[in-house]
């Protein structure tokens, strides 16, 4: 298994910065014998459908959502298997729970998520 611990986030000013960082730990022996493939950062504000914010892959390939693009930016460091989340210019909209997911890639081409409890971020306009 693998087990996710988010750091980061609270409250922040419009316009502010704030950092999230996920470490990923295989818990078992099984786990540990597998890699990391995509890792990610997806968002869900209340009454609101939880959505993708950004994706890195294994080789440092990074995707955003249009309504982060410039102003987040996704990182990785393979040998910590941890994934940052730099969030700059933050806007009102961009309140809610942050949830760190990393897949870990089986032999058989199969993908197996896994996901963060999530933790709060709260902009004032």
């Known amino acids: 298994q693998v087990q996710l611990l988010e750091s980061g986030g609270g409250f922040a000013q419009a316009g502010g910065s704030q950092k999230l960082s996920c470490v990923a730990s295989?818990?078992?022996?099984?786990?540990?014998?597998?890699?990391?493939?995509?890792m990610e950062w997806h968002r869900q504000a209340p009454g609101n459908r939880r959505e993708l914010v950004a994706t890195i892959s294994s080789s440092g390939v990074t995707n955003y959502a249009d309504s982060v693009k410039g102003r987040f930016t996704i990182s990785r460091d393979n040998a910590k298997n941890t994934v940052n989340l730099q969030m700059n210019s933050l806007k009102a909209e961009d309140t809610g729970v942050y949830y760190c997911?990393?897949?870990?890639?089986?032999?058989?081409?199969?993908?197996?998520?896994?996901w963060g409890q999530g933790t709060q971020v709260t902009v004032s306009s």
């Open positions: 295989k818990t078992t022996s099984a786990s540990r014998r597998f890699d990391f493939n995509a």
């Open positions: 997911k990393v897949d870990l890639s089986l032999p058989n081409g199969l993908l197996l998520p896994f």
